[in-house]
């Protein structure tokens, strides 16, 4: 692999950086949805209006010096691997890319923030950090909606708070999640115990790329579904300390796991490294399911030449408009699989978290 390669600074930060309970916690989510006074909800609004919402997001995010420097993508002018590489990286959904007519999405310098406009709501503003950091992502994601309030009116009713496509969104509009890590949990059959609980206090359970996506590596996003009558600091606190219950869960399992099974735990970490580090083709799908048992490996000190943190950045960087994009040129199957164990046995043997 050594012509087209893509460094990281192209990638969002929540891929790249270490953040606190990084061991178990890969990112944390914030998004407000927001949308335009005395404009139709983007699937019921025409053409025109959406062209007009683009428009005049437009003009207020560069008009507004406080959000800082953007970059302003519209969809219908970027190909499908670009959008899909959004998508891959969380900063857009995957309905937000499949029609792209009169849909844009913006992204700060360091693309902790990003903004789908015309998603379901006219303006979805999101901010994702590497590890265990809500508070400061609510705190990001605010400052950005502040900012852009200043110039445009909000759909806002006094008694039901900010008006959404979504009756689930009416109200604050914010969705929190974090993305965890929960291996040991698996290993012990105890995942659907603790992930139950989880569901019974008010949070959903989704996969690596939200709803209807499913769980692979043992990754899961924990998010709240109530959005009317909390605040928006009480919804992330109680996130916060749910996700935290479901860390100690993951990190006794993980104890008990050394304490009684520490060989079997050895082999299975090891055989993943030997089968990463000697595979010539692999699917995106075992890649993360190996990946993960190497985290954990990494994590419990089992491996020490390998950083935990380089599957947060694989596990993005290895699917199939990654591969694309790294590559420079469309990719069949079977290439991407070759060029996929490549790039992960690099990594691994040279034990850095970039290339």
């Known amino acids: 692999m050594g012509t087209n390669r893509r460094g990281n600074k192209d990638s969002a930060l929540w891929m790249v950086g270490e953040g ?28 025109e209006q959406l062209e007009e919402v683009v428009s005049r997001v437009r003009k207020a995010i560069e008009s507004t010096p406080a959000i800082g420097p953007t970059e302003i993508l519209v969809l219908s002018e970027i190909p499908m691997v670009e959008r899909q590489l959004l998508v891959e990286e969380h900063l857009a959904s995957p309905q937000h890319i499949q029609d792209p007519r009169n849909k844009a999405i913006i992204l700060n310098r360091d693309r902790s923030v990003s903004i789908m406009v015309n998603e379901e709501d006219h303006l979805r503003i999101q901010a994702i950090l590497p590890g265990l950091q809500l508070e400061e992502a609510l705190r990001l994601c605010s400052a950005t909606d502040d900012a852009i309030e200043e110039t445009l009116d909000y759909a806002f009713d006094e008694a039901l708070g900010y008006l959404c496509a979504c009756p ?16 040991a949990l ?5 995942l659907g115990q603790v992930l139950g609980a989880v569901s019974k206090v008010g949070l959903a359970i989704r996969g690596i790329y939200g709803e209807g996506t499913e769980a692979t590596g043992n990754l899961f996003q924990i998010s709240n579904q109530v959005t009317m009558g909390r605040a928006e600091e009480e919804i992330v ?11 100690d869960s993951e990190r006794n399992a993980r104890t008990a796991i050394l304490t009684d099974a520490r060989g079997q735990l050895e082999d299975r970490v090891f055989r993943s490294f030997g089968v990463l580090t000697n595979a010539r083709m692999i699917s995106s799908e075992e890649a993360l399911r190996l990946l993960s048992d190497v985290k954990l490996g990494a994590n419990l000190g089992l491996i020490d030449h390998v950083p935990g943190t380089i599957f ?8 199939p408009a990654h591969m694309h994009k790294l590559m420079g040129k469309e990719l069949t199957a079977w290439e991407r699989d070759t060029y996929r164990a490549t790039l992960i046995r690099e990594k691994l043997i040279s034990g850095k978290g970039e290339q």
Do not use: W, Y
């Not at 689930?168 to 291996?183: D, E, I, K």
């Not at 606190?237 to 860390?247: F, G, N, P, R």
């Not at 947060?312 to 699917?319: F, Q, V």
């Open 20 to 47: 606190p309970e990084c061991d178990i916690v890969l990112s944390s989510r914030v998004r407000l949805a927001r949308n335009l006074a005395g404009v139709p909800f983007p699937h019921t609004a025409g053409p």
């Open 312 to 319: 947060t950045d694989l596990a993005a960087r290895i699917m």
């Open 237 to 247: 606190s109680h996130l916060k300390a749910v996700a935290k219950q479901v860390m």
């Open 186 to 190: 698996a290993m012990v059959n105890m």
């Open 168 to 183: 689930t969104n009416v109200g604050t509009g914010l969705r929190a999640s974090v993305m965890l890590h929960l291996p």
